[in-house]
Structures are given as structure tokens and as C-alpha cells.
């Protein structure tokens, strides 16, 4: 089970007891925003996409959606997601847990600018009812994210 492979990671960093396993469903931002009681720009969404025929993960906010512009400025290609039936194998979580901790080797993650408004979020653990509140500087070093990008766009 993907929180187990999370919690896990998180005990070399001795956070495996952060990780907060709800009841509720938090497979979406609406529903991790209801179960843990924030606003939903405060949930670190992770999305997945194909570039370059390799998968990359990008945090946005929860308020924040990707810009398709951005995103061909940014990678030099058309955003193209991965479908849900190949997440487990590419990323190593499954639709509604998919986060930047414990994945497959060799998938790069990206961090929004539209996360940096918030002193802390809460990215998911690998289930679809879990999540753990970081502050952006944890979010830094536990994600090992490649780089800070600017690829999304506020809901309006």
C-alpha cells in the first residue's frame, strides 16, 4: 500500500507519525479541504504528466490549475497527463494519493509558484484519504523537487 511506502520515507525524517490518515475521502482538493478543516488553496495537489516520454509531478495550490501556455513554455511540448490506469506503474501512487514522496526513481517533481503565498499545505501521503501539513520549506527538502516553476494559473 502507497501510504505505507510513504510513511516509510517520512521515518528517515522522523515524520512517519505526521502523516495524518482521515476517514473521510481527501482524493480530491474539495474533499482533503472538508476533511482537514482548511481552505482549499491550502491542499498542495500533485499532478502528473508525460514529458519527454518520462512522468514529472507538479505541486500546485488547490486553487491553482495548469496553464496549458505556460506549461509549453515551461517544457516545450503540449501538457499531456497520464492516464490514471498507468500512475501506480510510472509514479508509484494510485489516482487520489498521488504525491511527491516515496515515488519511482527517476520521476522529477516541479514546484508551483502558487504554493509560496502559504506558510504551510497539505500535500496527500499516497492514499486517498491521507495527507500531512508541511511548511513550503519541508515541502523543499522532503519532495527533493527539482526546481520552483511558474505553470499555473489561479481559479477565477
Known sequence: MAIEKVKEYFKKFNKEKDVIELKES????????IALGCDEAHIAKTMSYIVNEKPI?????GDTFVDNSKFKQQFFCKAKMIPIDLLDELVGHKAGGVCPFAIKDGVLVYLDESLKRFEYVYPACGSSNSAIKLTIEELEKYSNYKEWIDVGKQKS
Open 57 to 61: 509531478l507538479i505541486v500546485l495550490a
Open 26 to 33: 481527501s482524493a480530491t482538493v474539495h474533499d482533503a479541504a
